[in-house]
């Protein structure tokens, strides 16, 4: 997933400020899912996206998820707060 979105730590003022989406190709899963290019994930399911411990529980709490269950992620596009929430299904 990493790779997929090209994630790199996005920094304001010196600060982790979470995981900034790198080139978002269209036809690929980051443009399926929503995604552009410069958005930045601060938070996925209550969980921090600011540094590396953080970002493994995330990946083990998406891996842990049954069908049915949300995803909610909490993101910034050119600043603002946005929120997706996605679905796991078959």
């Known amino acids: 997933f990493i790779d ?8 304001q003022k010196g600060q982790s400020i ?8 269209p036809f690929s899963l980051g443009a399926a899912l929503g995604f552009m290019t410069g ?5 996925v ?11 493994f529980k995330i990946y083990k709490n ?6 049915d269950e949300p995803i909610t992620v909490h993101f910034l596009r050119n600043g603002e ?10």
Request: proline share 4%; charged share 25%; hydrophobic share 40%.
């Open 81 to 90: 707060p946005l929120v997706f929430t996605y679905t796991l299904i078959e």
């Open 39 to 43: 958005d930045v994930i601060t938070q």
């Open 18 to 25: 979470g995981c900034r989406i790198g080139t978002i190709k």
């Open 45 to 55: 399911d209550d969980i921090s996206a600011l540094d590396t411990p953080h970002r």
């Open 4 to 11: 997929t979105l090209d994630l790199t730590t996005a920094f």
């Open 62 to 67: 998406i891996l842990a998820k049954k069908r």
